[in-house]
């Protein structure tokens, strides 16, 4: 079991950044891949960036590809999403979960079986 808990949204304008991290508990956070997903009001869910269990591996959406770096530390069980350069189309609920996937799976929603509460990102234009 694996418990996951987001931090770091708030309110920025455009062109500022936001760093969000994701605290897990539990013994086997190296064990998975940790992604960053997206929701904003009256769409589904969408992949947004994601990283392989060691950390070595990345994958981004083409939407944030330049933009935003995920990170991992699995000595304190936390992975980051580093967002710069924001944009109003960014604006939305993002959720952090943990899963067992690897390279273009680590985009499928349904390879994620972990999931956070989300927190919230406004970018004002």
């Known amino acids: 079991q694996v418990q996951l808990v987001e931090s770091g949204g708030g309110l ?9 991290s994701c605290a897990a508990s539990g013994h086997t956070f190296s064990s998975y891949a940790m992604g960053w997903f997206r929701q904003a009001p009256g ?9 392989s269990r060691a950390g070595a591996y990345t994958y981004y959406a083409d939407s944030v590809k330049g933009r935003f770096t995920i990170s ?10 580093q967002m710069d350069n924001l944009k109003p189309e960014d604006t939305a609920v993002y959720y952090c979960a943990a899963g067992t996937c690897s390279a273009s799976g ?20």
Do not use: H, M
Request: aromatic share 10%; proline share 0%.
């Open 43 to 51: 769409k589904e869910r969408e992949f947004v960036a994601a990283i």
């Open 106 to 125: 680590c985009r499928i929603i349904g390879r994620y079986g972990y999931w956070g509460q989300g927190t919230q990102v406004t970018v004002s234009s």
């Open 12 to 20: 920025v304008q455009a062109g500022g950044s936001l760093r969000l």
């Open 72 to 81: 991992r530390d699995n000595a304190r069980n936390t992975v980051y999403l």
